[in-house]
């Protein structure tokens, strides 16, 4: 599929941000199918004419099921240099989700300790410290609540694996959507209500700060939280 100009956050010769729709893959996986990186290298390689493979690097992933920020990089350079941001935390990330239930203080900081599980793909987050588990700590705060749903915006202090999935659902918060997370019903496209919402960080080669936002996927309750969010 073509990417469309207004799914282009951000670009200059090293970096090229998209915003992902629930469901694409950033990467190749055993699936097989195809990925948002098959599709950015067409539209770098229509765009600008280039003859050949077009390069294209990818320093961090989104969940299949998540939208929002994905940033890959267009050089070699820019692709070392961004992979070694994403894993010292270089990048400042932050999230917005969709949840069943309004947490018991508008905002907090959570900690835990995770155990990844690769047979089933699925993290669980404890507040004891568990052999091999690695710890995980998030901030959020209340934005904004609708009839049956409330909306949190989320910053990462860790990366690890399902990280908000887990961590929300050891406190008994579900986001919209995630069966594998507790929540009671599949959103219709199969995706979950978290968005990766804003990015921030020096620029790997020119030193200068970037700063991405997304609008999550239209939908009539992202479209309900986000107006609810832009006239506060």
């Known amino acids: 599929m073509m990417i469309s100009d207004d799914r282009v956050l951000y670009e200059d010769n090293h970096l090229i941000a ?11 996986d055993e699936t097989g199918d195809r990925t948002l990186a098959d599709d950015v290298k067409l539209y770098l390689k229509e765009k600008y004419g280039k003859p050949g493979n077009v390069f294209l690097g990818i320093p961090h992933r989104l969940d299949r099921p998540t939208s929002g920020i994905v940033v890959y990089a267009k050089t070699d350079k820019a692709l070392s240099r961004m992979t070694a941001l994403f894993r010292t935390s270089g990048v400042k990330k932050t999230y917005w989700a969709i949840v069943d239930r309004r947490p018991v203080k508008a905002e907090a900081t959570l900690v835990h300790y995770i155990t990844r599980n690769a047979s089933n793909n699925k993290s669980i ?10 710890i995980a700590k998030l901030s959020y705060r209340l934005l904004a609540s609708s009839d049956k749903y409330h909306l949190l915006e989320i910053d990462l202090h860790t990366g690890r694996h399902h990280q908000i999935r887990a961590q929300l659902a050891a406190i008994g918060i579900h986001i919209k959507g995630d069966l594998k997370y507790g929540a009671a019903r ?13 990015v921030s960080f020096i620029h790997p080669v020119k030193n200068t700060e970037v700063d991405i936002i997304a609008d999550p996927p239209h939908d009539t309750l992202w479209d309900y939280f986000l107006s609810a969010v832009e006239s506060d």
Request: one cysteine or more; charged letters at 20%; hydrophobic letters at 25%.
């Open 125 to 134: 987050a404890s507040s004891q410290e568990k052999p091999g588990a690695k």
């Open 18 to 28: 998209i915003n992902k729709l629930p469901g694409e893959l950033v990467q190749g």
């Open 186 to 198: 599949s959103n219709p496209d199969g995706g979950i209500c978290l968005h990766a919402r804003h």
